[in-house]
């Protein structure tokens, strides 16, 4: 029974009632007037009394609709939807296979380039851009199908970075668009994570880049196996006479020996220009790319059929220290004269301050988890890393001169997915592209900085 029910019929006695026990009393008219007043009064409160209740009820229903709602959408999640923040949202059934995660990065430079005084070159003294702007989605599709694609909004216009779709099985991923052709290890860690504001001088130098085309990738155990076919950059196949293509592999070998990781690796890279193309440039900025100076630049070689290189690389993650080094050749095949071999290649190392190691997976380098971040209790992940880098442009008459970097960083990860970084190079030049009056040997001082934001 209702609580208006109950009021009503309370309401409705007491008028009932009242005339009787007035004459059942033998009341006087002005009694009898002042009692129908009074049960007037009290049929008011009650009136009033009603719409409160009435108003409870309507609320008590609306909670109990809401209420339906959560546990229905709790009965889907337990279905296999969750839910997962990992910089950004990432949804995902489990059950079904569907995933879709938002990505995205954030890198602001401030540099300083500082050349002997007979260096004429506009990109001296202080700089500053925008490194990276990139969006993008990423997740799997039923059926062992995954997917991504993102753009680069930092040069001002949208670029086109990773688009490729994926198909898994097993320890097998085969891939198909624009991506990755297996470089080096480092080329293949994320900028995000790299202990350095630039890779080793050699990656920049020798044109690694993205580029579409299908690869096959096997990953059992300690053993991590990659070739591909590839064409050329997306922004470079806007006409059909593009025909270069080119083969790599690399193969990785990483064991753990107790709870320290090591890496080891090398890499076959061979690329015909095709007809559209036959030159080459080989040139590197010192350190930092927010100048557009280059101290060591082989020009331009004309008649090149075709390019072939091969890498080495080591590395090893022990606690909070880490190691890496890496040694690239890159020949050139030149129609008409001796075909010059160039070489690149870094050794760093680091540590943490605080109580924080380097991660690693599938073949590269990942970000640092933070241990104790700020904002609870702690003051994030603190490392610092040495690290030296050698770029050598001359061979076979070529003279495109040798670059030494001497480089220091000091990297403040506050919390995942935030960092700061300061970084410091000594460059040392031999036949230089530039002439510092009459001297092609000298020394470049190079200050960086970075913020940086991902997910």
């Not at 002005?30 to 609320?59: M, N, P």
């Not at 230089?432 to 020394?443: K, L, P, Q």
Request: aromatic share 10%; proline share 2%.
């Amino acid at each position: 029974m209702s609580s208006k029910f109950v009021l009503r019929a309370v309401l409705l006695a007491g008028c009932a009632l009242s005339p009787i026990t007035a004459q059942a009393q033998n009341l006087s008219a002005e009694e009898a007037a002042a009692l129908r007043a009074e049960i007037q009064a009290l049929r008011a409160q009650v009136e009033a009394l009603e719409a409160r209740v009435g108003k409870a009820e309507t609320s008590s229903a609306a909670a109990a609709e809401t209420a339906q709602k959560a546990t229905e959408m709790a009965a889907k999640a337990d279905d296999g939807v969750t839910i997962k923040f990992k910089g950004a949202p990432q949804i995902s059934d489990e059950k079904k296979g569907w995933s879709f995660k938002p990505r995205g990065r954030l890198l602001y430079d401030f540099a300083s380039v500082n050349a002997p005084d007979g260096v004429v070159a506009t990109g001296m003294g202080f700089s500053n851009e925008l490194r990276r702007a990139r969006l993008g989605v990423e997740g799997t599709v039923p059926g062992g199908f995954g997917y991504k694609f993102e753009i680069d909004f930092a040069g001002g216009d949208a670029e086109l970075t990773d688009a490729f779709l994926t198909y898994k099985t097993g320890g097998l991923t085969l891939t198909a668009g624009q991506h990755n052709n297996f470089q080096s290890l480092e080329e293949l860690s994320s900028s995000n994570d790299t202990s350095f504001m630039e890779r080793a001088a050699f990656t920049d130098a020798f044109g690694f880049e993205r580029r579409v085309g299908i690869s096959a990738q096997y990953h059992a155990g300690d053993l991590l196996a990659q070739a591909g076919l590839f064409t050329d950059n997306v922004d470079d196949l806007s006409s059909d006479e593009n025909d270069s293509i080119g083969g790599d592999v690399r193969i990785v070998y990483a064991p753990k020996m107790g709870e320290t990781q090591l890496h080891f690796g090398g890499s076959g890279h061979w690329r015909s220009l095709g007809d559209s193309v036959n030159s080459v440039r080989y040139r590197q900025r010192p350190l930092v790319h927010s100048t557009d100076t280059r101290f060591v630049n082989t020009g331009t070689l004309g008649g090149v059929n075709s390019e072939t290189a091969y890498g080495l690389e080591a590395a090893v993650i022990s606690g909070r220290f880490h190691a890496a080094g890496e040694a690239y050749w890159q020949t050139v095949e030149l129609a008409s004269a001796s075909d010059p071999t160039f070489f690149g290649g870094s050794m760093e190392a680091g540590f943490f301050l605080t109580d924080d190691s380097r991660s690693y997976k599938g073949g590269v380098f990942k970000g640092v988890k933070v241990k104790n971040p700020v904002g609870s209790g702690g003051i994030g992940a603190v490392q610092f890393n040495v690290r030296y880098d050698r770029l050598d442009l001359n061979d076979a008459g070529i003279v495109g001169g040798t670059q030494d970097g001497y480089m220091a960083s000091l990297i403040w990860t506050p919390v995942d997915y935030v960092r700061f970084m300061l970084n410091y190079a000594r460059m040392e030049y031999k036949d230089a592209a530039i002439v510092a009056g009459t001297d092609r040997s000298y020394g470049v001082d190079v200050f960086g900085a970075r913020t940086q934001v991902s997910f």
